[in-house]
């Protein structure tokens, strides 16, 4: 049942958070996404079947939460992250990062390191404010404050803005090591056209952790999100909290 978590601005977020056995599944969407997407859904219908913790959450401005997207930055939504596990979520965590998620589920791992049990990323995008805009793009974003381009995923604009462009160039993790030693599998589609599935290695040598393994989909797109995708998606997390 989707309920409501106020922030210390008022602001409220629209969670799901089911009782289980830890470690707690914490789904982070991607940018312009909800969790409503068809991995959220499918993950949570699986750890009620199974027992298991989750906690599925809309970023403000986004969903059914309340705020304006455009007010939304990175390290905003992280924050709203980092409020919903400490509000609602006991004891470990294995959080599971789609795209724009799988950049948060870093940055909250970093913030929470002696929760924080293991990570799975689906196409995670770390940095894509730096290897995902043009220079006429930056240019654009520094002279209007914002660009907006065609969405392949839905009828509104892809909009970005200055100040989350700005949030992501203050948060770029790739450069150097990543100081997490837990557990971390990365999912990704080598026909992806948005993220590419490279990043996935990057991130994997960037990790400090001796546990990390990158599960490659040769005919696998973006989203991840065939029948066969989210299996594996299920089978990596199931894998995963034996394995803790």
């Known amino acids: 049942m989707i309920g409501r978590l106020a922030r210390p601005d008022g602001v409220r977020l629209a969670v799901d958070h089911r009782q289980g056995e830890a470690p707690t599944i914490v789904f982070l969407p991607g940018y312009m996404s909800d969790m409503t997407g068809s991995k959220a859904l499918a993950l949570d219908a699986w750890a009620a079947t199974h ?20 007010d939304g930055t990175l390290t905003r939504w992280r924050d709203d992250v980092l409020h919903a596990i400490d509000t609602l979520a006991s004891g470990p965590l294995l959080l599971v990062g789609s795209s724009m998620g799988g950049w948060l589920m870093l940055l909250v791992a970093l913030a929470r390191p002696d929760r924080v049990a293991g990570l799975v990323g689906i196409a995670a995008a770390p940095d894509f404010t730096d290897w995902g805009f043009d220079e006429a793009q930056r240019t654009r974003l520094i002279a209007d404050g914002r660009i907006e381009e065609p969405s392949d995923y839905g009828d509104a604009p892809y909009v970005t803005t200055r100040a989350f462009w700005e949030s992501g160039q203050a948060n770029l993790l790739l450069g150097g090591p990543i100081p997490l030693d837990c557990p971390v599998r990365l999912l990704h589609g080598q026909a992806d056209v948005d993220v590419p599935w490279k990043v996935s290695l990057r991130l994997a040598a960037a990790l ?19 029948p066969q995708d989210i299996a594996l998606l299920i089978a990596t997390v199931e894998r995963l909290l034996e394995a803790l």
């Not at 027992?51 to 455009?70: H, I, K, P, T, V």
């Not at 400090?208 to 991840?224: C, E, W």
């Open 51 to 70: 027992g298991r913790a989750m906690l599925r959450l809309d970023y403000a401005g986004c969903g059914d939460s309340e705020g304006a997207f455009e």
């Open 208 to 226: 400090r952790s001796a546990d990390v393994q990158v599960h490659l989909v040769k005919d696998g797109d973006h989203r991840l999100s065939r």
